[in-house]
């Protein structure tokens, strides 16, 4: 049984930093390219920023260029996104998912930022 569990949601102030984790089970972790979305109030999802299955190859929404890091540990079966210089339209609920033939999400965790 494949699961996706992301970690490191939480309230934050306004040009804070986060650090979400997301670990997978049951499937072969380092064949899976993987992605995290965000999925804010009232609006539809969205691609926040991706990696390649080796982690050679990254890219992300204009919005977050600059602030935020995605990168994988596929020794831990685990992606992370550094977010840094959060903004209060950062809020939302992030999911990861893995995508190799089939794609594989993640239940989310919640990111609020606000003072």
């Known amino acids: 049984q494949v699961q996706l569990v992301e970690s490191g949601g939480g309230l934050v102030q306004p040009g804070g930093s986060l650090r979400l984790s997301c670990t997978a089970s049951g499937l072969t972790f380092n064949v899976y390219a993987m992605s995290w979305y965000r999925q804010a109030p009232g609006k539809e999802r969205e691609l926040v920023a991706g990696i390649t299955s080796s982690g050679g190859s990254t890219n992300y929404v204009d919005s977050v260029k600059g602030r935020f890091t995605i990168s994988r540990d596929n020794a831990k079966n685990t992606v992370y996104l550094q977010m840094n210089s959060l903004k209060p339209e950062d809020t939302a609920v992030y999911f990861c998912?893995?995508?190799?033939?089939?794609?594989?999400w993640g239940q989310g965790t919640q990111v609020t930022v606000s003072s």
């Open positions: 998912k893995a995508l190799w033939l089939r794609e594989f």
